[in-house]
């Protein structure tokens, strides 16, 4: 029972590690861009916009938080079931939605609030599951087989 | 015709590609500890591992899927549809991973589905 709890607990610290990487990573890489401006299809606007990208501290961070998102969503799901992890991420679009409020002060449409509300309540549907309803590998033997 | 076998793409490429992922991890086994050097060690080895190698091009072909259609439809059109993929990912692992997908989870599964189309359309 107790380890049950313990399970539970590393499983959701973990997905809102993952969701809060993804939410900056993405936040990040976007306020890159804007720096930027649109992009255009040809070679020299590409040249100057991979150039930037190279060089823009802002999508390096972001970069950085989207390869923390990318191991963050690895290492829960080597114990997680994939059917809890996945729809519990999707809390990312919530929390997306509440920055776009709460930082860049955007207005946000009633469908959108709808789609927030019935997110947060799947979410916690799903948490209210066993993160995990399939056995592990045992660490060991697969060390030796990689 | 074109769109439709392109959401094919994007919806069982970004799956499917978890789910190997999500296999491959699994098949490595969890770390031990929450320590930096523990974790880089498990992600080495997760990325070393088969299923993560066929997971890579699987999420590569969503991804590129994702651009082309952008480049079609608008985005109110293409993510709301995407958003079956919580669906089809809830099947592919009931079926392919062997998942215990019991009814509250597939009420969470289809009302996160419904809400991240409605934040997309919205």
């Known amino acids: 029972?107790?380890?049950?709890?313990?399970?539970?607990?590393?499983?959701?610290?973990?997905?809102?590690?993952?969701?809060?990487?993804?939410?900056?990573?993405?936040?990040?890489?976007?306020?890159?861009?804007?720096?930027?401006?649109?992009?255009?299809?040809?070679?020299?606007?590409?040249?100057?916009?991979?150039?930037?990208?190279?060089?823009?501290?802002?999508?390096?961070?972001?970069?950085?938080?989207?390869?923390?998102?990318?191991?963050?969503?690895?290492?829960?799901?080597?114990?997680?079931?994939?059917?809890?992890?996945?729809?519990?991420?999707?809390?990312?679009?919530?929390?997306?939605?509440?920055?776009?409020?709460?930082?860049?002060?955007?207005?946000?449409?009633?469908k959108r609030w709808i789609g927030v509300f019935l997110i947060c309540i799947g979410v916690v549907l799903v948490g209210q599951t066993k993160p995990r309803s399939t056995e592990c590998a045992v660490r060991e033997k697969a060390v030796a087989s990689c | 015709m074109l769109t439709v076998l392109l959401l094919f793409v994007l919806i069982c490429g970004s799956t499917g590609g978890e789910i190997a992922i999500s296999h491959g991890a699994k098949k490595t086994g969890e770390p031990k500890r929450m320590r930096p050097r523990e974790l880089l060690l498990f992600i080495g080895q997760v990325m070393c591992n088969g299923w993560f190698l066929l997971g890579i091009p699987l999420m590569a072909a969503s991804f590129f899927a994702l651009l082309i259609l952008f480049s079609w439809h608008p985005l109110s059109f293409v993510i709301p549809i995407s958003a079956l993929s919580y669906v089809v990912g809830a099947l592919g692992a009931k079926y392919l991973l062997k998942e215990e997908v019991n009814t509250a989870r597939w009420a969470g599964v289809i009302l996160v589905c419904a809400g991240v189309a409605l934040v997309a359309a919205g």
């Open chain 1, 1 to 110: 029972m107790a380890s049950e709890k313990r399970l539970r607990i590393k499983t959701l610290i973990m997905v809102l590690a993952m969701v809060v990487c993804a939410v900056t990573g993405d936040l990040l890489l976007k306020r890159g861009m804007s720096e930027l401006g649109a992009v255009h299809f040809t070679a020299s606007a590409l040249a100057q916009a991979l150039l930037h990208m190279a060089t823009s501290a802002t999508i390096w961070l972001g970069i950085l938080f989207l390869v923390g998102f990318m191991a963050t969503q690895m290492t829960v799901m080597s114990w997680a079931d994939y059917s809890y992890v996945m729809p519990a991420g999707a809390f990312g679009y919530a929390l997306q939605t509440f920055l776009a409020v709460v930082v860049l002060h955007e207005v946000v449409s009633t």
